[in-house]
């Protein structure tokens, strides 16, 4: 089974899925720092924009509602704004949250992080702390065994907060069990007499559950799968995916050979909650009909596009069918780029677009690349077709041929999609893909660009790029020239 026959039997029939744990609000605050305060040798931070995202469970609840799911939220917050806002975000996001109880007196764990320049400063975080009271947790394991009947799945997301106590998973073992249990918990052991299906460590939750170090890089798979039945064994799970980060995961059961997945390497972001995805994806595939070795393939591709992105990750169904049908050549036409971008559009994110020639791709190119993929969601690149490039640039180039060209492109993590156009400006590329944002470099103004005035006639915005002096192609080409003849 492929990644796309997962997804067209999640579109065929969308599972139902309780969600039970620990739900929080992430709140993000970003700003930037020119000076010391006077008080303190502590950064001014000037907020430029702040915004407040489900986290925890409630970011699980919501990657799962993104991926197809019908979704219900069982837990419990505090009646505070935060929690007010946790709802809304919610209920945004399509999840039923009938279940999450709002409980005076109580406080809506949240953690706020302040970044600057991509750089998290500080985490500052507010969290309940004292037991739930036990009427609370009696209509949550009422509620919940009313709905088990009903559910595909139920996901379990437990990450040491005072919801789901020893008592808690008592009353929880003497339910009538979930037609599929995903356990996500910081630890596994503690959820042994539930018999999970599946549970999902990282390293360090595995190495706590074995009592044992995994070692480091690859070595961390091979000393997963001989701890293959001791880690079953000790988290009563009939399944254990270990999730090793940039390493990616390995499935480990006792009727199947390992299976492993290869995580798509991405630059360091501000992600948090990635595994949230990885879990979420697994456990819709899973729900939905898919063997267990193709849900975890989808849930690793989910992981992958969720960490290209800051914020607390998110991942929906169309960014997966976007990927899984990624035309292995580098450049694709403008006409299915198109369809791509809707999308994308349809899923609330910001589309880029620059152009040029990029025939021998240096620092100057890099350093705009990575600033015009900070502008949105998705950074689109159109190349000049060497026909092109030769009328603009003059015989002689480019010196790489297009297809060179494009699959360099494609290889930086910021460049999401490459295409070609072949007349002297991109006006006409711009009208048919309809970007939010034109990007182009310092060593231009917009009144040099027809481009611009083709976006401003879109409504769209242009942005001029920082300018990289002493990196230019012609100047470099130059440079190699002079120095083969000398």
Known sequence: MNLLDSIARIRAHPPRIAVLGDFL???????????????????????????????????TARNLAALGAQVRAFGAIGADEPGDRLRE?????????????????????????????DQVLIRLDDSQREPWPEAVRRRLVDELREALAQCDALVICDYGAALL????????????????????????????????????????????????????????????????????????AHSVIVTLDRTGTVLLTADAPPHRTR???????????????????LAVTRAAGSELAAAVDLAQLAADIAVERTGTCRCSLDELEIRATAAPD???????LAERLELHRRAGERIVFTNGCFDVLHRGHTASLKQARRLGDVLVVALNSDD???RLKGPGRPVNGIRDRAN???????????????????????????????????????????????????????????????????????????????
């Open 388 to 390: 092109s490039a030769r």
């Open 263 to 281: 995580a798509h390497a991405a630059p360091e972001h501000q992600a948090s909650g990635a595994g949230d995805v990885f879990v979420s994806a």
């Open 165 to 236: 106590d020893d008592a808690m998973i008592a009353e929880l073992a003497s339910l009538p069990r979930a037609a599929l249990l995903v356990i996500d918990a910081h630890d596994p052991a503690r959820w042994a007499a539930l018999r999970p299906d599946v549970i999902t460590p990282n390293a360090g939750e595995t190495e706590r559950l074995l009592g044992a170090s995994l070692g480091a890089g690859e070595q961390r798979v091979a000393s997963a799968i001989v701890a293959n039945d001791e880690m079953r064994q000790r988290s009563g």
């Open 89 to 117: 975000r919610l209920c945004e996001a399509d999840v039923d949250v009938a279940a999450l109880q709002r409980v005076a007196g109580a406080r809506t764990t949240t953690k706020a992080r302040v970044s600057v320049a």
């Open 25 to 59: 609000l992430d709140r993000w605050w970003h700003g930037t720092v020119d000076r010391v305060a006077r008080e303190a040798p502590a950064p001014v931070v000037e907020l430029a924009g702040a915004s407040d995202l489900p986290g925890g469970a409630a970011n």
């Open 408 to 486: 360099v492109l494609s290889e930086l993590s910021c460049v999401d999609y490459v295409t070609v156009f072949d007349a002297d400006t991109a006006s006409g590329t711009i009208r048919a893909l309809r970007p939010d944002v034109y990007a182009k470099g310092g060593d231009y103004t917009p009144d040099m660009l027809q481009e611009a005035a083709e976006m401003r006639r879109l409504g769209g915005e242009v942005v001029i790029l920082d300018y990289v002096p002493d990196h230019s192609t012609t100047e470099l080409i130059d440079r190699l020239r002079t120095g083969a003849e000398a």
């Open 330 to 336: 580098a450049q694709i036409s403008v006409h299915e």
